[in-house]
């Protein structure tokens, strides 16, 4: 399953260089699939790092986005906190060496 949301920046670069590797959701809509996506997730986790999805990030204005595997949902006070697993990349990479 593929979660997707819209991040601005200057969010979205630190999401996508693994700076910072979750995002926090208010639930505005019951009727969002997302939200209910997000809430199977909770349900199936074990916590030994069984989640199985995905979650989409996109950039509204460049249109860029990238996909990480979810390593933890949690819902706390209408709000989901979705972690994920950084995913080394050349870019991340190439800006250490600088």
Sequence with gaps: MIIQFKTKEPYYEKEED??????????DGYNDVRFEDLMELIQADDYF????GTI?????????SFE???TNVTYFDERFIISWK?????KTRNARLK
């Design 68 to 70: 990480r595997q979810i």
């Design 18 to 27: 693994g700076l910072k590797c979750n995002t926090v959701r208010k639930v």
């Design 86 to 90: 950084h995913k080394s990349s050349q």
């Design 49 to 52: 790092g069984s989640c199985k």
């Design 56 to 64: 989409r990030i996109i950039n509204p204005t460049t249109k860029e």
